[in-house]
């Protein structure tokens, strides 16, 4: 397990992310106060619970999540290997201590500084996702070409979620219903590539919710489409 990401952290909450979310959260120039000040409390917790954490995801162990069958997943496997693709299982948590804090909101009626905590957090993980790309390309010989999320693709099921967390850190688990606890985390499993003609397309691609809030812009498509499972995870949902 490994402490969230050095440099989000440091640059959290500084003026650049907090003018970010506000505008994409529509706030009035003077909401900036307010959401500095939130981001403020909840900086204590994230520095003392955030973190991520990855583990080798053998191509046999994603077959079976997948429920192909025998002679399709020696195939994939073989087309995978030979390409040089492998992957990873990746869990990113904002630790409990942002649920307990939005719990006391709510329970003091402050709904406006629990959509705050939501907007900041949000950001604070989609921001991670870059943050994960480029750990993988600075720390190793790969680099990531693609996310899968549970829920998303119908080779990734959300029923596959429970397996998903197997192995990985106790710190997150999920529930009955697939919701992961705490809420303010994602599980996702990354697809790393040595093919240098292949880069990653971001984690929008291949969803269909044309209007969400956190619709990303990149280099090679304007306005992708966000992953539905990576927003549902993100807002607790």
């Known amino acids: 397990m490994s402490p969230f990401f050095t440099e989000l952290l440091d640059n959290y909450p500084g003026p650049a992310f907090l003018e970010k979310v506000r505008g994409k959260y529509h706030y009035e120039k003077d909401w900036s106060e307010a959401l500095k000040k939130s ?50 299982r990746v869990v990113i948590s904002l630790g409990a201590g942002l649920d307990r804090l939005q719990e006391q909101y709510s329970e003091q009626g402050s709904l406006s500084k629990s959509y ?82 292949v880069q990653c397309e971001g984690i929008c691609m291949g969803c269909h919710k044309m209007h969400c809030t956190n619709r990303i812009e990149d280099d090679f498509q304007t306005r992708r489409r966000m992953v539905h499972y990576g927003y549902s995870r993100i807002f607790g949902k």
């Open 39 to 88: 981001a403020l409390e909840m900086l204590p917790f994230l520095q003392k619970e955030a973190f991520w954490e990855s583990m080798p995801a053998e191509w046999s162990d994603t077959v079976s999540l997948r429920q192909s069958a025998p002679e399709e997943e020696n195939a994939a496997g073989s087309r995978r290997k030979a390409a040089g693709t492998k992957y990873e």
């Open 116 to 197: 705050m905590l939501e907007a900041l957090a949000g950001e604070l993980l989609m921001e991670s996702y870059a943050a994960y790309n480029r750990y993988v390309a600075e720390t190793t010989d790969w680099h990531v070409a693609r996310y899968h999320f549970p829920g998303s693709e119908e080779a990734y099921p959300l029923e596959m979620l429970p397996e998903l967390l197997a192995g990985l850190t106790k710190r997150v688990t999920c529930n009955a219903a697939f919701c992961l606890i705490p809420k303010k985390s994602v599980v996702f499993v990354a697809e790393l590539t040595q093919d240098e003609s």
